[in-house]
């Protein structure tokens, strides 16, 4: 086999790399598995390739850490909040910068809020880092614990985003959101599977809303409240987003409770749980999510559930899976996630 000059670098780049394993690649965190030897491997490719010295496509799983925590533009209604740019390689805490100086920011109804923590300098409130603060769940999802800076602030184990303080986050440190992915299988007129023709895998469908902030398409899903069980928080969300329960009748909301606890009582995987690459995440307060998968094989039972966009979405549909989707946060990877687990197209 003829391999030219360029090819056979980059046949040794790739045995070295084999054979070494990349150095001690260790998880910070789910979504941000790099450390700084990420940058010992760009340097090593630069070498060999001074056309990709930089970040560049051929780099790019080593460029998406966190990248929606970093977008230009805070998501806010209102005022327009600008983040200061991150480059990949200042993202993690450990990397020296000097002159790092984000946008300091906590929206004004935060502050307000019943519902959300007070400022760090308020004497009567003490924190409880990395525990379980009364009723507050202060302890990340992610297998490491989260640093605390030198101002008692909590650090994002993801590293840096542009922006420092809670943004439209409630809680300091990890705010945490459940998640229920709702599935069935497409089927045609006959009630046969439909079958994706490139991969001969059945397309799987899921229940999708659209966000009435702006933020496109997700999973209908929200936050724990203190002391709330994950469980409780999947079914009462599922209602809230899915079944609009919020506005529904008394009478109408229990015969809904009744077929949702019905399906959802059946038990759901877990498909992921961690850290949320997301626009609203700050230096100091971030998400952080448990996704669970609901399927209902047959399709019989969601079809009885009386679907309707509830007041914090504009819509809502069942959704084919596949990888051209395009949804919020960190949603498409999770829908993936689905999509393996119960061997479905993607």
Known sequence: ?????????LLAAAAIVSSVGLGRVSARCTFCTLTSQRQNWLSFVGALFPCVAS???VCLQFASMHEKARCTVYPLRADQ?????????????STEWADYSPTEFTAPFVLKAP?????????????????????????SYEPKKY??????????????????????????????????????WQRDSNGDKVVNTDTGLPILEFVCIERGDGGGWAIPGGMVDPGEKVAVTLKREFMEEAMDST?????????????????????????YKGYVDDPRNTDNAWMETVVMNFHDESGNK?????????DDAKNLKWMAIGKSLTLYASHKSFVEKVAKLQKAHW
């Open 55 to 57: 970040p560049s496509p």
């Open 115 to 139: 519902w959300a923590d007070p400022e760090l300098n308020n004497p009567e409130f003490e924190p409880k880092w990395n525990s379980l603060d009364g009723k507050v769940n202060r302890v």
């Open 147 to 184: 640093d605390i800076d030198a101002k008692g602030k909590p650090l994002n184990p993801c590293g840096r985003t542009g922006l420092c303080g809670r943004g439209i986050l409630g809680r300091w440190g990890p705010n945490h959101a459940a998640d229920p992915v709702v599935t069935r």
């Open 81 to 93: 909040i600008e983040r200061i740019k991150v480059p990949d390689d200042k993202v993690e805490w």
């Open 1 to 9: 086999m003829l391999v030219s000059r360029e090819g056979g670098r």
């Open 247 to 271: 506005q529904a009748s008394k009478e109408e909301n229990a015969q809904n409770s009744k077929l949702v606890d019905s399906f959802f009582s059946a038990g759901g995987t877990e498909v």
């Open 302 to 310: 969601v079809g009885n559930l009386k679907l309707k966009a509830g």
